[in-house]
């Protein structure tokens, strides 16, 4: 029930399958989530456009002057369109890097202004896709292997800080819901698509959520004081093959 207890924690994307499913677990667990998305998304409490340095400014300012503080911040907010190399055209490919690079960028560097006054934890959330490589996933694969690296320079200096600042990565393979469920609705045989790539992953089946958010909690918790600059894969055995 304590595990966050009290604890003010920032989350991007937070009207996504993932970013809510964090926001409720921060909240289970004692904490005050302060739920960010696009403007007009569901259940936030403030407008928050990840590639808008203004954005990310106000929002900054705006718990700082209500909570005074802040202990955790998610980067949960992404896109993942499909393309190969020569399929993706530059405003795509623009656009990808924006959200998941940049505003991930644009997060860990105006949330440390926050987090470094009481010590706090960043949890960037990449994906496998920023381990392995996909042919049909070139945008993608470069902005999540970004955030991986990204992950460690930021956790780095958030070592040098007193109090520490933590930082890591977090790659799931696919999780159910909207981005999943998008996926299936511009490829010819949903169903089979489905079943083939379950088969790909030991465990036969895609991870739920609440399951990413689980994780979540222990990197934002005080039990994981000793781990930064890593890479936590929840992915069902994919990458150990
Ligand atoms: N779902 C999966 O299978 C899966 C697998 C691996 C990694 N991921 C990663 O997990 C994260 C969360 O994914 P999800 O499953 O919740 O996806 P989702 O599509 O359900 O949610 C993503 C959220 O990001 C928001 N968003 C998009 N552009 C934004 C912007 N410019 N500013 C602020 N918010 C913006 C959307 O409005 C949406 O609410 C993403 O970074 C994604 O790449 C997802």
Not at 16 to 36: F, Q
Not at 100 to 127: A, E, P, Q
Not at 145 to 173: E, F, M
Not at 196 to 214: C, D, N, S, T, Y
Request: charged share 20%; proline share 4%.
């Amino acid at each position: 029930m304590g595990r966050l207890r009290d604890k003010v924690i920032l989350i991007t994307g937070a009207a996504g399958g993932i970013g809510s499913a964090i926001a409720e677990a921060v909240v289970r667990n004692g904490g005050l989530a302060v739920a960010t998305d696009l403007a007009g998304s569901a259940g936030v409490d403030h407008p928050l456009d990840v590639t808008s340095e203004e954005d990310w400014l106000r929002v900054i300012g705006a718990i700082g002057a209500t909570a005074g503080r802040l202990d955790g911040l998610v980067n949960s907010a992404g896109i993942a369109p499909l393309g190969t190399v020569e399929e993706t055209d530059y405003a795509l490919w623009r656009k990808v890097m924006a959200v998941n690079l940049d505003g991930t960028f644009l997060g860990c560097k105006h949330g440390l202004s926050l987090l470094k006054r009481s010590g706090g934890s960043i949890v960037n959330i990449s994906s496998v896709s920023g381990i392995v490589g996909g042919h049909n996933l070139a945008a993608y694969n470069a902005s999540k292997g970004g955030v991986r690296l990204l992950t460690k320079s930021v956790a780095l200096h958030g070592a040098r800080q007193s109090p520490p600042v933590r930082c890591n990565s977090v790659h799931p393979t696919f999780i159910e819901g909207p981005m999943s469920d998008a996926l299936f609705k511009i490829v010819p045989k949903p169903a089979e698509t489905k079943a083939r790539m379950e088969r790909q992953i030991p465990l036969h089946r895609f991870g739920k959520p609440a399951e990413v958010a689980e994780m979540c909690v222990y990197l934002l918790s005080d039990e994981s004081a000793f781990v930064t600059g890593a890479e936590f894969v929840i992915d069902g055995g994919l990458t150990a093959q």
